[in-house]
């Protein structure tokens, strides 16, 4: 959607959401393995491969012991928007098993509301192999298993409808029915005068569904977080600018990810470059850009400039990187507090 | 079983294993809290309680998001040994749900035998809720589960006869049917001209079964292991030094640990100070028996002198506090070689 109009939105009053996710509910199996594991295995370093129940179990039986965390890009994010102290609900789908249960433990344990129903039937709660290699990369093998299944009948229509803001993960555009879902989602809030905020996810996804994203960023988008490889798979470009060329008034905001060269965030005719923090020796990359996108929407749902807000997600996605898995085991408030001078 | 002689025994060939554990197979949830949820549940810091399944959900859903890893304490020191390279295995029962699909594939994921016929009915497999305070000490909550069902007819005879040592967990005592399976082993070994190792596990786990150990001890076990606490309730000692004055010639050998004082090590009248190593900040303390015992069994085993067995299992111990969850995350083959040039 182009518009004009730059400036962060004024906090709404009354919404009981900050911010409302929607995506895959995943329990991560975090795994340290050298790089050939990669190699045997067909596997791109840094992106996401989805995998069926059988070729799941066929990888976890070759690979080390793991440590298992509940994960899922979009409820990563929830996670650490309600760390920071905003309000934040998520939208998944588990199955009623132990994996479920440690799922909805674990998000509701950090304060997000998490009230869609377990299904009773149906394949298993998802899993997402995270292999961790030496130079702290994750490369990512994903079961979609129950949470493929979400329907627009699993949406809490109240729930959307009662959030400032929407965040939509790419990779739901791999079921159908979950995309269905969230258009719907989409149109709702934003009939209520509430915002869209999409992540591209993975390149491969966005290779998998460019034109879609294309038409959802043009038509129901107006936060999009991209790093440098979706954002340029996004617009074929052949570079990160050409790629910020094509990017640039299509949503209200943008707020483009670049490792370790931090992040750029564009809005109208303005481009904010925002460094990155470097907080203690790299780990593991696991969970990044989620926490970026929990530190900039947790700012920018409390009307914070766009500087501020892209400090707040460099500040996030600066943390998680220092430890094992993808949701912050410090204290993101006193983060925030002695980085940035913010009490939330 | 008291014996004059202190010297380790010569490396046996021919058997399978090098050491086989039996102990309770369970999953770890570990918990960063503050000391006020130990006060809050009725906790004492550094201890094991059991609790029913309804206790462990209650508790469960009162605390912050979890991290889950395999542990279980001999199961957790037949992995450590299976790291360094010795042959081990492993006895115990889990439920052949998603949490003992995990517990099986990590032991045998570093090399540990593990052939125990998972339950098709009945508790669900056993989970210890590990509660993390700023300290880096552990308090744990265990849901004794499937494992509380191992019996002797779960007992792999040929896998225990197979072995130079057989390693017995404490905790089993608190499952009747466990200890009978155990203590058939015991003797199984013995007849073989194995030897037998214990670990008391917990100093409320002696209170519970004080005069049973006692008579275990003299009767069975060639290779104590103890921490202070633990060693002082098994005596109703004093002090340490008094306790040390009643083990001493029980057993083969007795390997006392003592936290920040390093180790003591008995055999007959000797007595072997050891160092404790520090390898970095003290993370968390799940594990660090577990650990200790391992590396002085893998040094034992292979015939190695009983101070070269203390300060393996110190840098053992030593490594697995500097990270959180009690299985090593590094190299332990590695660790041996760069501290005390041993080449496993």
């Known amino acids: 959607m182009p518009v004009p109009e730059s400036a ?10 900050d911010v409302v996710g929607i995506g895959n509910a995943i329990v991560d199996v ?13 596997l791109t370093k840094g992106t996401m491969a989805l995998v069926d129940e059988t070729q799941a179990e066929r990888l976890y039986a070759s690979i080390g012991p793991g440590l ?68 702290a990369q994750r490369t990512m093998c ?65 290779e998998r569904h ?19 490889m979706e954002i340029i798979a996004l617009y074929k470009a052949n570079s990160f600018e050409e790629a910020v060329d094509q990017v640039r008034g299509r949503c209200q905001v943008a707020a483009l990810t670049r490792s370790e060269l931090g992040s750029l965030v564009l809005a ?14 790299l780990v593991d990359t696991t969970g990044a850009g989620d926490l970026y996108a929990a530190g900039f929407l947790h700012a920018y749902t409390r009307g914070l400039n766009l500087e501020t807000c892209g400090h707040l997600g ?3 996605a600066g943390q998680v990187v220092t430890q094992l898995g993808p949701r912050s085991q410090g204290s993101l408030r006193q983060l925030a507090a002695d980085h940035l001078g913010l009490s939330f």
């Not at 699993?154 to 803001?165: F, N, S, T, W, Y």
């Not at 460019?210 to 440098?228: C, I, K």
């Not at 109208?268 to 020796?281: A, K, M, N, T, Y």
Request: a negative charge; one cysteine or more; glycine letters at 10%.
């Open 8 to 17: 962060p939105p004024q906090p709404i009053d009354g919404p009981r959401f």
């Open 68 to 135: 298992e965390t509940s994960g899922g890009s979009a409820a990563n994010t929830m996670a650490g928007i309600a760390q920071l102290g905003g309000r934040a609900g998520f939208i998944g789908r588990v199955r009623d098993d132990q994996l479920g249960a440690i799922f909805a433990h674990d998000i509701r344990a950090v304060g997000a509301s998490f009230q869609t129903p377990a299904a009773s039937s149906g394949p298993s709660t998802a899993r997402c192999l995270i292999l961790v290699t030496p130079d």
């Open 142 to 206: 994903t079961y979609l298993g129950a949470s493929v299944g979400l329907d627009p009948a699993d949406l809490d229509l109240q729930m959307v409808a009662d959030a400032k803001l929407l965040y939509l993960e790419g990779y739901l555009w791999d079921s159908e029915a979950a995309k269905r879902a969230f258009i719907a989602a989409a149109e709702l809030i934003r009939a209520q005068g509430g915002q869209v905020a999409l992540s591209l996810s993975d390149a491969f996804c966005v």
């Open 268 to 281: 109208g005719d303005q481009s904010h470059p925002i460094e990155p923090f470097r907080l203690g020796e």
């Open 314 to 316: 460099s500040l996030c």
């Open 30 to 42: 975090l795994v340290k393995a050298e790089d050939d594991v990669l190699h045997n295995h067909g």
């Open 210 to 228: 460019r034109d879609s994203f294309q038409e959802l960023v043009d038509g129901h988008v107006d936060v999009l977080f991209a790093n440098e």
